[in-house]
């Protein structure tokens, strides 16, 4: 997966959360690769497709926080599927920002089908995958049930020509 699909991921699963999405040009995009937008917010959203490579730092999560207020947003997201560093996490939290990690998974379903799982917001609490603006703790089973389970049939890319699919998934072994 290239980092612009990725993108274009993060995009979908806005969208199919009810938002209006619009992506940004590769480049001089000022900080923000996707603005979400429904009735009550606008959202600036940074898309660090990093896995295990590099994290995050708090620089991005700055520069992130200035973005949002130049294009009037509402709030800040940064979609990733690696890490971000202890630094930043704290000025995430402090300036209001979400984390969102999503796994870059190239899927054979649609974008409309997919489900991505939030491992938690700035403060590190789990979130739901309902809503972005946080709530209670999701238990094993829920996390299991509604974002590990749908993830069967899925087809997992890697570095050059590298595949997985995942099969199946159940309760065996749990």
Known sequence: ?????YESQI???FA???????QTEISGDYGVDVFAENADERLAIQVKMYGTARRVNRQMVMELHGAKDYFDCD???IATDGELLPDAREVAA?????VLTVPAVMSN???TDANYVSLGSASGEPNSDSSLSGGEALSFDQIW???????AGQLLRGKGDRTNIIEKVDWAGV
């Open 1 to 5: 997966m290239t980092p612009a699909e």
């Open 11 to 13: 995009a979908a699963y």
């Open 16 to 22: 199919h959360r009810g938002y209006r999405t619009q």
């Open 75 to 77: 709030r800040a997201v």
């Open 94 to 98: 402090k300036l209001g920002i979400q």
């Open 109 to 111: 379903l649609s974008a």
């Open 145 to 151: 049930t509604h974002h590990v389970m749908p993830l």
